[in-house]
């Protein structure tokens, strides 16, 4: 069952957006969940993951301007994005950490200067 990303959209460079994502795996606490996001042409790349614990971990280049979290209640995990720039442009996708689930259509993000 595929995941479903939402919440993207035109923001200006500075700007912020919070994406969800929903899907029953996100209830699984033995699974550690991420965001991945993709440029056309360019390889996906995982952006952050969550434990259910609380345990997270970001790629270098979104460390103390995203948040991710997770709430296994309500199955929904997302992606609180702050001082956005042109270079954050890109499809996000949320999926397991190692990727074991079909990939969605993910949700797009587009940084405008």
């Known amino acids: 069952v595929q995941l479903q990303a939402s919440g993207g959209g035109l923001v200006q460079a500075g700007g912020s957006l919070k994406l969800s994502c929903v899907g029953s795996?996100?209830?699984?606490?033995?699974?550690?969940m991420a965001w991945f996001r993709q440029v056309p042409g360019q390889q996906r790349e995982r952006v952050a993951t969550v434990s259910a614990g609380g345990f997270r971990e970001y790629l270098n280049s979104v460390e103390g301007r995203f948040t991710i979290s997770r709430d296994v209640g309500k199955m929904t995990m997302y992606l609180q994005m702050t001082n956005l720039n042109l270079g954050d442009t890109a499809v996000y996708y949320c999926n397991t950490r190692g990727a074991s689930r079909e990939w969605g259509q993910g949700t797009l993000v587009t940084v405008s200067s």
């Open positions: 795996v996100i209830a699984d606490t033995n699974i550690i």
